[in-house]
């Protein structure tokens, strides 16, 4: 998905659903409204809605549906984890 806005000025793609909602509170509402009236996925607004509610809306209908709930710290290490040295992550490139 792109926000690219009525005269095509930007071409920013959201590769996620989270990068989507990063984005979305970045753009500016002609891009927003341009946007939002072009894709089927966005909620029906009500006439006079604002994009700062319409974006919250949309927010909130993402985190909903596909956001996990939080979950405290357990505070275990995992073994297997701990025992590999960090430079075994590293790529070398030679």
């Known amino acids: ?34 946007h939002s009236e ?10 006079g809605s604002s994009s700062t509610r319409s974006r919250a809306a949309i927010k909130a209908a993402i985190e909903k549906r596909y956001t996990l709930p939080a979950d405290r710290p357990s505070g275990v290490v995992d073994e297997e984890a701990a025992a590999i040295p960090s430079s075994r992550h590293a790529t070398s490139y030679q």
């Open 1 to 34: 998905m792109y926000f690219k806005g009525p005269a095509n000025k930007l071409n920013l793609k959201a590769h996620n659903l989270q990068l989507f909602t990063h984005l979305a509170d970045g753009v500016d509402d002609e891009t927003w409204e341009f």
């Open 38 to 47: 072009r894709t089927r996925s966005s909620p029906r607004r009500s006439s």
